[in-house]
């Protein structure tokens, strides 16, 4: 399986602030990249796709890169609504791993 | 608008099989061009992916689950199924369902439904 490293594990922020999550694979994975957000009780939600493409509907405050086997989700201009659990997910082979996520808290 | 949704049982006893069903509005499951997959998440945890299936039946499963789980298609009643045999406690999560490609990820996905395993 393709390990999927997040850090930091959990970021404390204020709103107007930029922070950068980043994930690193254990292999070559390409560009099979995504981001998601999840809220307290909700469903993950698609916020960028093959490394840096917005998901339709996502503020352009959201952006991804990577470099080689780590990938970056940076968030500019933080807002109140922006406080989740961040996850990336590779894409490029099954079994589809995870990071375990990045708790991005209100400082 | 996709929309997906997941049914089941919320309580499954020890040993026994976790059924659930994930029926799908605003697209098909007969098209090609997307997989259909399971994830599910313990409380207070990560996600973890369990798997996916094509229309035309094509399945991969996560190897950590794989001797226990089946996937299915509906077509005629546009739903999907997941099967986990033998459950103990650690299979007690939230589980998802969703629809994917590789490249486009996992761009729709259920609600959520609580499976809690006990006696």
């Known amino acids: 399986d393709i390990q999927m490293t997040q850090s930091p594990s959990s970021l404390s922020a204020s709103v107007g602030d930029r922070v950068t999550i980043t994930c690193r694979a254990s292999?070559?994975?390409?560009?099979?990249l995504n981001w998601y957000q999840q809220k307290p009780g909700r469903a993950p939600k698609l916020l960028i796709y093959?490394?840096?493409s917005l998901q339709s509907g996502v503020p352009s405050r959201f952006s991804g890169s990577e470099s080689g086997t780590d990938f970056s989700l940076t968030i500019n201009t933080l807002q109140p609504e922006d406080f989740a659990i961040y996850y990336c997910?590779?894409?490029?082979?099954?079994?589809?791993?995870f990071g375990q996520g990045t708790k991005l808290e209100i400082k | 608008q996709v929309q997906l949704q997941e049914s089941g049982p919320g309580l499954v006893k020890p040993s026994e099989t976790l059924s659930l069903t994930c029926t799908v509005s605003g697209d098909s499951v007969r098209s090609g061009s997307f997989f259909w997959s399971w994830i599910r998440q313990p409380a207070g945890k990560g996600l973890e992916w369990i798997g996916r299936?094509?229309?035309?039946?094509?399945?991969d499963y996560n190897p950590s689950l794989k001797s226990r789980v089946t996937m299915s298609v509906d077509t005629p009643r546009n739903q999907f199924s997941l099967k986990l045999a033998s459950v103990t406690a650690a299979d007690t999560a939230t589980y998802y369902c969703?629809?994917?490609?590789?490249?486009?990820?996992?761009?729709?996905w259920g609600q959520g439904t609580l499976v809690i395993v006990s006696a």
């Open positions: 997910q590779q894409t490029y082979s099954p079994p589809y791993t």
């Open positions: 093959a490394t840096s």
């Open positions: 299936i094509y229309s035309s039946g094509s399945s």
């Open positions: 969703a629809r994917g490609t590789s490249f486009f990820g996992e761009d729709f």
């Open positions: 292999q070559s994975i390409a560009s099979y």
